[in-house]
């Protein structure tokens, strides 16, 4: 994706003008040495319009000269003044259909509410895609991103005319003007989660860029929590704030003010259920500019005066540099549905994309469908389904599992051999051409035993995409979002009282137990048994409801299948065995 850069950035263009004015300058004052100075005239009265224009409260004055990102217009001639154009006080206007309810204020004519009627917030109200303390900090969603800062305050501050206010089913156009500056922004109503924006703004009649914005953030974080996804001629990314990993270290990725270069089919931010997408008309003339604003915010939202934490919001600008955008704006839930059924132009691709199942979405995707479907046809709770599903996948794996356990069984089974073999080479280095004599004795011995040295390994490889697809489908799984379950009241967040993650420790450490260490140093199989099960306790401790049903229920199935293993007739065979060695230590 290459970076977008406005004109005057380029050094060489800067200098050209510098030439051309000093060349008008020295010309000017040529002229004026060699002409004769003109009469004075007496002084004009300036219209009565254009006085008021200037005079009436309120009204900013003059834009000033463009900042150095702003794009130069040259117009061909002087524009004239258009006539002022601003309302006397703030008014309100609703647009609204079945999914949802946008109240707009002609205060910048910006988006001040954005409820989604048929979703509800963690205190059981309906949930407004706005997050009111950011957009105060940061900007309302649908204001205008201008690389001139002074323009882009006057534009987003003033007080537009309003076509209509109150309750409207049809389009509503916002107009505003000082004289020099003028904005247009149209919002027409559509199907589904979408709103139909088109901004304009002009200065002396002239286009400037100014880009419909996201900038706040989205109604339902409370967190550092955001992405910027878009699709950009069929591929499509995401990207969150900080790249990189715990291992690799983190690298910022998303700086304020950036702007990268289309096509962009979509793009917009995103959380982890909800997302806010602009789809332009052109998308090949569309500019992206990401938006990364620390703020502070209060650790408890119910005590705002207490400590606070520093977080990134992550925020989009996308529109059309030439100063005309009309687009259609997605804010809603990134259902599997919702996000298929919604084009982002007329056979144009769809939103399905804004889900992010990882690498192995390819089988995430099979699993949240056939987990939707066994909810919506069958067990009718979210929290049973998930575990019907791990019981039938726990199974489908089983012969994998067997197969691991049982090479583990054998490897255990053939310890002594195995370390008689490597006390008689242990006085040879690693370089020795005798070593490979002991790796031939290794290879008899398990091809005598019926060992394959990898057995334990590779199938529990094999099962690996499944589970990481298991876990990637229920972390974008929406409709687990405030679903019940026993003591659980909402399977999107961790389980209130810990139980689970208990559970699963209780449960690890007598499988971790139960499961043979073939020729493992007895302190390190007993730091491994205790280990174990605290850090997936720990990690299952924060992690979403929905997500330790999966882990308690997968861990007890896998604990059942090793006592069975433990008790078939290699099982005991080794077991007796362990037993046998164990004495003569004694």
């Given at each position: ?9 380029d050094s060489g263009s800067e200098k050209r003008l510098l030439l051309v004015f000093l060349f008008v300058f020295v010309m000017i004052a040529v ?40 794009p130069i217009r040259r117009p061909a001639a002087v524009a004239a003044s258009v006539p002022a154009k601003h309302a006397e006080g703030e008014t ?495």
């Amino acid at each position: 994706m290459t970076e977008y850069h406005n004109p005057q950035n380029d050094s060489g263009s800067e200098k050209r003008l510098l030439l051309v004015f000093l060349f008008v300058f020295v010309m000017i004052a040529v002229v004026q040495f060699l002409l004769p100075k003109p009469q004075p005239q007496p002084e004009k009265q300036k219209p009565g319009g254009q006085q008021q224009a200037q005079t009436t409260p309120g009204t900013p004055g003059p834009v000033p000269a463009a900042s150095p990102k702003a794009p130069i217009r040259r117009p061909a001639a002087v524009a004239a003044s258009v006539p002022a154009k601003h309302a006397e006080g703030e008014t309100e206007t609703i647009l609204e259909n079945d999914n949802y309810r946008v109240v707009l204020t002609n205060r910048g004519a910006v988006v001040k509410s954005w409820v989604l009627k048929h979703l509800n917030d963690n205190n059981g109200k309906p949930l407004d895609l706005v997050n009111s303390k950011l957009a105060e900090a940061l900007g309302y969603p649908l204001s205008l991103f201008a690389y001139d800062k002074d323009l882009e305050g006057k534009i987003n501050q003033g007080l537009y005319v309003a076509s209509a206010t109150g309750a409207q089913q049809g389009p509503v156009t916002f107009e505003y003007s000082d004289g020099q500056v003028s904005v247009r922004k149209t919002f027409r109503p559509d199907k589904g989660f979408v709103l139909g924006i088109e901004t304009e703004v002009t200065n002396q009649g002239q286009r400037v860029t100014a880009l419909p914005q996201w900038p706040g953030g989205l109604g339902d974080q409370i967190t550092a929590m955001g992405k910027i996804d878009w699709q950009s001629n069929g591929k499509i990314e995401h990207k969150a704030a900080v790249s990189g990993s715990f291992f690799t270290g983190g690298k910022k990725w998303i700086s304020n003010g950036d702007t990268l270069s289309g096509p962009f089919e979509w793009a917009g931010t995103a959380d982890q259920y909800f997302a806010a997408v602009f789809m332009p008309e052109s998308a090949k003339d569309t500019v992206l500019v990401t938006l990364n604003s620390p703020v502070e915010v209060p650790r408890d939202p119910n005590k705002p005066e207490d400590a606070k934490d520093k977080i990134s919001v992550i925020g989009v600008a996308v529109g059309n540099t030439n100063g005309l955008t009309r687009a259609r704006v997605f804010a809603g839930p990134k259902t599997v549905e919702v996000l298929e059924n919604t084009l982002a132009q007329p056979g144009g691709p769809d939103l399905r994309g804004l889900t992010d199942f990882g690498t192995f979405g390819f089988i995430a995707r099979p699993l949240f469908l056939w987990l939707k479907w066994t909810h919506e046809h069958w067990i009718h709770n979210w929290g049973w389904a998930i575990a019907f599903l791990t019981l039938v996948i726990t199974m489908a794996l089983l012969p994998l599992r067997i197969t691991s356990m049982k090479s583990s069984l054998k490897m255990q089974k053939i310890q002594p051999q195995m370390k008689a073999l490597q006390e008689k080479y242990k006085r040879y280095g690693l370089t020795d051409p005798r070593r490979a004599e002991m790796q031939k004795e290794m290879s008899e011995l398990y091809k005598r035993e019926g060992v394959n040295p990898i057995g334990g390994c590779f199938p529990m490889l094999l099962q690996m995409p499944f589970l990481f697809a298991f876990y990637s489908m229920l972390a974008n799984a929406i409709e687990l979002r405030q679903a019940n379950w026993l003591w659980i009241k909402d399977l999107s967040a961790p389980d209130p009282y810990h139980i689970l993650p208990i559970i699963i420790i209780v449960l690890m450490f007598f499988s971790q137990k139960s499961m043979p260490q073939a020729g493992m140093d007895p302190t390190q199989q007993k730091m491994l048994t205790f280990m174990g099960p605290v850090m997936f306790g720990v990690l299952s401790w924060s992690v979403a409801a929905g997500l330790s049903v999966y882990w308690m229920i997968s861990t007890l199935l896998g604990y059942v299948q090793q006592v069975m293993i433990n008790r078939s007739a290699l099982g005991q065979q080794v077991r007796k065995t362990l037993e046998r060695r164990t004495t003569r230590k004694r």
